[in-house]
């Protein structure tokens, strides 16, 4: 079984609608930027106003803004990311329930539910990963 991991919104400009949603909903605030994070933008031409993704920390899931090129009309514009220990198993079992594979990818893969809404199954992160990003 998954736990919800991230709400992913795709977007045109992550940054302002980050701020909206940190800005609504109580306990939440746009992830901090360190000047490493900083550095590694600049490296690939953006700034904290043109990241590609931004995320928002609060007390319940997080949530991931994410630019999209061109508005899709194939591709849900918010959909959940399923964190799971054991994807290729939880993959199988979600397909029995109705779900099918959209593409399988080395991290996550994404799915459609019986209706046609998409999710992601993701790999649930290593133990030390969760302790650096609740450092972070």
């Not at 198993?89 to 959209?102: C, N, P, Y």
């Not at 998409?118 to 972070?136: H, I, K, M, R, T």
């Amino acid at each position: 079984m998954g736990q919800i991991r991230e709400i992913v919104f795709d977007c045109r400009v992550p940054s302002k609608l980050a701020q909206f949603w940190a800005g609504m909903l109580d306990g939440y605030d746009v992830r901090p930027y360190d000047e490493e994070e900083i550095a590694r933008l600049a490296s690939l031409g953006f700034t904290v106003e043109t990241d590609p993704t931004v995320m928002v920390d609060g007390p319940g899931a997080t949530l991931c803004f994410q630019n999209v090129d061109g508005r899709r009309y194939d591709n849900n514009r918010v959909h959940l990311d399923v964190s799971v220990e054991n994807r290729s198993a939880e993959v199988e079992r979600v397909k029995e329930l109705g779900a099918e594979i959209v593409r399988v990818l080395p991290t996550y893969t994404v799915m459609k539910d019986p209706e046609g809404n998409q999710f992601c199954l993701v790999d649930a992160p290593a133990v030390e990963e969760e302790v650096v990003a609740a450092a972070e």
